[in-house]
């Protein structure tokens, strides 16, 4: 008898439904799995097998044939697990076949027939919920996941046996235990708690700080050199204290790639963009994702709509560092492979800290030959260093320096300059300055009289790319932005351009 039971396979951080079928014959006895199966898909026998005897089913003696329609999709992971047990059991007529309509089914099984949670829930749930599935069923463990796909009935399972039961009436289905609203953790990434560190911590700096909330209103890209000690990675860490939250629909993709790498939420929708700080032996693969079987989301990614923060930027890899040029450019990463091509989500902001030199103190003071200062210039790329917004070079506070402005009054500057410009980009496909395309920045940032002087000035004094020039003019409206000004003037360029020294 054949039976078809519906559950999802991930592609990339994307969901696809996937229809298991499994049909049972007269034959010598034998399990095979067909449909591009990976290694966790065709070890289910065994785990499978267990299970059922565990929950006092009979394992058929004949032939099992099980096969993941498309065939031409690859399928990966042990979420496929609770589908082919209930489709013996239905192809065997130990269950009824009606109790699956309109069902979907994830979850792994243990050999005692416990359901265990899989990673991607929400993203094999929302797959699920677009081709029409009214109900699923997951493991309890990830049912308050799957609750935050609009639309969707949810029903936890803790084993085979008490789900077969609840599928037929005879138990109640079990409840779980819902998201409390605005509670989440997911998302938050690496590096300091934002709710422990505050940008009054830092004494003077106050070009730093402005380049700070510069970055944060536009979103630009930040590189801050200066020697050991001064102040770059205090800063840079509390970046997070004063930038705008999370809209709805950007936290539904920062929750769904963290649970795809296997960090489930833990208590609902992201509220906090993630802060993703690697260590500088990071390799290529780490940063930008990949690896073999299913390639999965490196930093860029679980970065996404969130920060990137490189310390050390002059020891990391060079091969590594240049792998982010891309990234940086298109927002996404695609890794392709010799079975599929994948792309994952890499809208993130980038920013970086470095020492001038391989000692560290630069200027006169500097121990290093002019090889080594060569040589350490040299790990970072003039394309790499060209697609930083802002570039500054932070000096020493002074012994008399007070502390500056709470992050509660300055994000809040941030946050006003974030709505005026989803007022002004409302219906293009970008919404902040950083991401102005080339083709449309002179029409969103147009340049009148002393401004557009400035601005040539500006390219010709420091010989800038067509890039850096275009970083100038994004970088000036955003500074606008926080002045409450609709034009960007003179002295909106001016300032743009002193947030984007020479690296030493």
């Given at each position: 008898m054949l039976a078809s039971v519906t559950s999802a396979t991930l592609v990339g951080v994307e969901g696809r439904p996937v229809t298991v079928e499994v049909h049972c014959s007269v034959g010598l006895p034998a399990y095979h799995v067909v449909g591009l199966p990976d290694t966790a898909v065709r070890e289910s026998q065994a785990r499978v097998r267990a299970a059922l005897l565990s929950s006092q089913f009979d394992w058929p003696q004949k032939r099992i044939t099980v096969n993941l329609a498309p065939a031409g999709l690859r399928k990966t992971g042990a979420g496929f697990e609770l589908a082919v047990a209930l489709g013996v059991l239905v192809a065997e007529e130990q269950l009824a076949a009606d109790v699956l309509d309109g069902v979907a089914v994830l979850g792994e099984l243990g050999l005692d027939g416990s359901v265990r949670a899989v990673p991607g829930v929400l993203a094999f749930t929302d797959a699920l919920a677009t081709t029409g599935t009214k109900t699923v069923v997951v493991p309890e463990e990830n049912a308050a996941e799957a609750a935050l796909v609009d639309g969707i009935d949810v029903r936890a399972a803790r084993s085979l046996v008490e789900l077969c039961d609840c599928l037929t009436g005879a138990l109640p289905w079990p409840d779980w235990t819902p998201f409390e609203a605005d509670t989440s953790e997911a998302g938050d990434g690496d590096g300091d708690d934002a709710e422990s560190v505050d940008l009054a911590d830092v004494r003077g700096l106050a070009n730093a700080r402005r380049a700070l909330e510069v970055a944060a209103a536009g979103g630009h890209h930040l590189l801050l050199t200066g020697p050991p000690g001064v102040g770059k990675t205090m800063l840079a860490r509390r970046l997070p204290t004063i930038l705008a939250p999370l809209e709805r629909h950007e936290a539904l993709e920062v929750t769904r790639v963290h649970s795809v790498a296997g960090r489930s939420p833990r208590g609902g929708l992201a509220r906090h963009r993630p802060f993703r700080a690697p260590h500088h032996t990071a390799s290529v693969g780490a940063l930008v994702g990949g690896g073999s079987g299913r390639p999965q989301p490196g930093e860029v990614t679980l970065a996404h709509h969130g920060i990137l923060f490189l310390d050390e930027l002059g020891e990391f890899p060079p091969r590594a560092l240049d792998a982010?040029?891309?990234?940086?450019?298109?927002?996404?990463?695609?890794?392709?492979?010799?079975?599929?091509?994948?792309?994952?989500?890499?809208?993130?902001?980038?920013?970086?800290?470095?020492?001038?030199?391989?000692?560290?103190?630069?200027?006169?003071?500097?121990?290093?030959?002019?090889?080594?200062?060569?040589?350490?210039?040299?790990?970072?790329?003039?394309?790499?260093l060209d697609r930083f917004d802002l570039r500054l070079a932070v000096r020493p506070p002074e012994p008399s320096d007070g502390p500056g402005e709470p992050s509660a009054v300055v994000r809040e500057r941030v946050a006003a300059a974030a709505v005026r410009q989803g007022r002004r980009y409302d219906g293009c496909r970008w919404h902040t300055n950083a991401h102005i395309p080339a083709g449309a920045l002179h029409r969103s940032v147009p340049l009148r009289g002393d401004a557009a002087d400035a601005w040539r000035w500006s390219i010709d004094e420091r010989d800038l790319t067509g890039r850096g020039a275009a970083h100038i003019r994004r970088v000036a409206r955003t500074i606008a932005d926080l002045d409450d000004a609709a034009d960007v003037t003179e002295a909106h360029v001016l300032a743009a351009a002193l947030l984007r020294d020479d690296v030493p």
């Open positions: 982010l040029r891309q990234p940086l450019e298109e927002r996404a990463v695609r890794i392709a492979r010799v079975p599929l091509s994948l792309r994952f989500p890499a809208d993130f902001q980038l920013v970086a800290c470095t020492n001038p030199c391989p000692c560290g103190r630069g200027g006169p003071t500097c121990q290093c030959n002019e090889i080594q200062r060569l040589r350490y210039r040299r790990r970072l790329s003039a394309p790499l």
